[in-house]
């Protein structure tokens, strides 16, 4: 393993202190459960189907396997990667609404990953649990700096859900326009791809980023999880045509994963610097030029089916995906991972009580 990348600047060491804790987060996180559970109530009613209120939609359902480098240094062989084991794992890539929506209204894509198989002292209230989930988006920042911010936005979201499909297709066209305009003068705005302007792309080729910080152990990090097997480094920014293909999207990774082993790095990114790396602010990005994302594991899918009704009723329906369910090593840090304990569950709760089908955890 190459180490050389490793920040030679000390990293910071995990205290309670990091957090600030605000007046007013119970009342947010009350207000981000109602919204929350609203949505899904909404669109249950209209499908008779509980869903997720957030990244309803799945593209892909892949099982595979983490395996930890051997050899990390001691800042990295930190909690579920103290030590070079291998862990079955199961991946879910989905898109944020509550609706499942043509894929022609073109959004950020997420990845989830649940661990199998971890043993080691919980987070509060994941006792008993033997799973670790890491949460990825295909984007390194928050949409919002807190939890207060992404109220505002779910809040905008609620009102929308379940109505003028047709119209956010149109809208998602537009804004790929000018989102490309933005970006051909070397911009990027999260603001026009988290509304519909992403690019109409492969989505294995995609990196992910967890975007908010976690524990690592003694440290404090974030994570990227980062395409590296040939096949998947060809589907960097790959177009997709979705023309008349509502489920394109799905189509296209399944036609993937049946042909092509997949393999991704997952890597870590120490903090170094809580004034320029904030454990609170979600909507900085950290900055690689003062500690860089380091290997510390590599997952791997053999060719599968990718994505089918079976697996959608195991995965989509029987699963649910929260960075709480963790370790005591991996506790979720910050503003906003603290409103998705309370918020996550509720709406895990509510799709289990609809749907009268308990969730594995």
Not at 275 to 295: G, H, K, N, T, Y
Request: negative net charge.
């Amino acid at each position: 393993m190459n180490t050389t990348a490793l920040s030679s600047t000390t990293p910071v060491r995990y205290d309670p202190a990091v957090e600030t804790f605000r007046d007013d987060e119970a009342q947010t996180q009350t207000d981000l459960v109602a919204t929350l559970v609203d949505m899904e109530k909404t669109m249950a009613d209209h499908t008779g189907h509980a869903m997720r209120a957030v990244h309803a939609k799945s593209h892909g359902l892949l099982r595979g396997e983490l395996r930890v480098l051997d050899g990390l240094p001691e800042p990295l062989a930190q909690g579920l990667f103290a030590s070079a084991r291998r862990y079955p794992v199961v991946m879910r890539l989905s898109t944020p609404p509550a609706e499942v929506l043509d894929d022609r209204v073109s959004l950020p894509r997420g990845m989830a990953v649940k661990v199998m198989g971890v043993e080691g002292a919980r987070v509060d209230g994941a006792e008993g649990g033997t799973t670790q989930d890491f949460l990825f988006v295909d984007g390194p920042v928050f949409a919002a700096p807190d939890a207060k911010g992404f109220l505002r936005s779910l809040k905008l979201l609620a009102g929308t859900t379940d109505k003028a499909p047709t119209a956010k297709r149109v809208l998602s066209g537009v804004l790929q326009g000018v989102e490309k305009a933005v970006e051909t003068f070397g911009g990027q705005s999260g603001t026009l791809i988290a509304l519909g302007g992403h690019a109409e792309t492969h989505p294995l080729g995609a990196t992910f980023f967890t975007q908010v910080p976690m524990r690592y152990g003694a440290y404090i990090a974030k994570l990227q999880l980062v395409p590296v097997s040939p096949a998947l480094l060809a589907l960097e920014n790959a177009p997709l045509d979705l023309a008349g293909k509502p489920d394109g999207t799905r189509e296209a990774v399944a036609d993937f994963i049946r042909a092509n082993p997949a393999v991704w790095e997952l890597r870590a990114q120490l903090c170094v610097d809580l004034e320029r790396m904030p454990v609170e602010d979600a909507s900085i990005e950290w900055p690689q030029a003062l500690s860089p994302f380091v290997a510390v594991a590599r997952i791997t899918a053999d060719p599968q089916e990718g994505w089918s009704e079976a697996l959608a009723r195991e995965i989509d329906d029987g699963m649910a995906f929260n960075p709480w369910h963790a370790l005591a090593a991996h506790r979720p840090l910050g503003n906003v991972m603290r409103a998705r304990k309370a918020a996550y569950a509720a709406s895990s709760d509510y799709r289990s009580e609809r749907n009268g089908c308990p969730l594995h955890r």
